[in-house]
Nanobody, 110 residues
Framework: QLVESGGGLVQAGGSLRLSCAAS????????ASWYRQAPGKQRELVAN???????YYVDAVKGRFIVSRDNAKNTIYLQMNRLIPEDTAVYYC??????WGQGTQVTVSS
């Protein structure tokens, strides 16, 4: 089970940190990802992090978002900086084979 937190309403230029807490150990899990889905759009990959800590970011968030993992806390994070209105979406964490988080709303006002 994955439980997300940290979403909310923020002004453009602000920051939020999303958390995705797993009910069990994530130490042996190969990779974890963050996705987002804006109204009327398909769910898209935002970032992922490998077991060894290698990261990937979609171009739209590169340089602004940081994905990290804390194996001791069984938690994945997404630090979002310099937010823009186009970042408004429901954000989901995904850790195979555990599954998907419930989603957390991020709204960026202009």
């Amino acid at each position: 089970q994955l439980v997300e937190s940290g979403g909310g309403l923020v002004q453009a230029g602000g920051s939020l940190r999303l958390s995705c807490a797993a009910s069990g150990s994530i130490y042996s899990i190969n990779g974890a990802s963050w996705y987002r889905q804006a109204p009327g759009k398909q769910r898209e990959l935002v970032a992922n992090i490998s077991k060894l800590g290698s990261t990937y970011y979609v171009d739209a968030v590169k340089g602004r978002f940081i994905v990290s993992r804390d194996n001791a806390k069984n938690t994945i994070y997404l630090q979002m900086n310099r937010l823009i209105p186009e970042d408004t979406a429901v954000y989901y964490c995904h850790i195979p084979p555990v599954g998907w988080g419930q989603g957390t709303q991020v709204t960026v006002s202009s």
